[in-house]
Nanobody, 122 residues
């Protein structure tokens, strides 16, 4: 599985961005997909995840502001980010887990895309 993330950029606080992650491979629909982020000097953390059945989970820091979704017909997962804050600044990565069960562990994901940088100015 190859993952290609896009949609990052520079935005002012309070603004919105939508990240996309296009996946190759026929088994995309069966994978758990996740969006992670890593800020300078910090560990990579799970921001949001979605199972093959559409169940979602979010980090407390983004609940109510971010929405993860997937379009299995397009082999794409999205992260809609609203009301962005400077502390959301990070490199965002999409990842795929070859399992039907979700996990927050970075090591639980099998495939990773290159990151896309999100910068939120105050």
């Amino acid at each position: 599985v190859q993952l290609q993330a896009s949609g990052g950029g520079l935005v002012q606080a309070g603004g919105s961005l939508r990240l996309s992650c296009a996946a190759s491979g026929r088994t995309f629909s069966g994978y758990v997909m996740g969006w992670f982020r890593q800020a300078p000097g910090k560990q990579r953390e799970l921001v949001a995840g979605i199972t093959s059945g559409g169940n979602t989970g979010y980090a407390d820091s983004v609940k109510g502001r971010f929405t993860i979704s997937r379009d299995n017909a397009k082999n794409t997962v999205y992260l809609q980010m609203n009301n962005l804050k400077p502390e959301d600044t990070a490199v965002y990565y999409c990842a795929a887990r070859a399992s039907s069960t979700a996990t927050t562990r970075v090591t639980g994901y099998d495939y990773w895309g290159h990151g896309t940088l999100v910068t939120v100015s105050s």
